[in-house]
């Protein structure tokens, strides 16, 4: 059975960090493209971040400079650094192996 099982979320204020985490059990990591995705109140999913199984990445455009997506083959293990937090960055945030399995998602609250 596939699990993903994120962590890191919490409470932060505007400008500040956190780190996010994503480990996997149950099927090979290594070989999958991982993403991270994030809901907001209100709104559909969006795509946050993409790394393939070589380490190539992607960002969103809102973003880009503020956010690095990471994996650990080692640790079957995606990570999210999350910096220079805004409050539009607040929501439900998922990680995602390939094309069908998805994290229950960790909560991230940026507000002062």
């Known amino acids: 059975q596939v699990q993903l099982v994120e962590s890191g979320g919490g409470l932060v204020q505007p400008g500040g960090s956190l780190r996010l985490s994503c480990t996997v059990s149950?099927?090979?990591?290594?070989?999958?493209?991982m993403y991270w995705y994030r809901q907001a109140p209100g709104n559909q999913r969006e795509s946050v971040a993409a790394i393939s199984s070589g380490g190539s990445t992607v960002y969103a455009d809102s973003v880009t400079g503020r956010f690095t997506i990471s994996r650990d083959n080692a640790k079957n293990t995606v990570y999210l650094q999350m910096n220079s937090l805004k409050v539009e960055d607040t929501g439900v945030y998922y990680c995602k192996m390939g094309a069908q399995y998805w994290g229950k998602g960790t909560l991230v609250t940026v507000r002062s």
């Open positions: 149950g099927r090979i990591f290594s070989t999958n493209y």
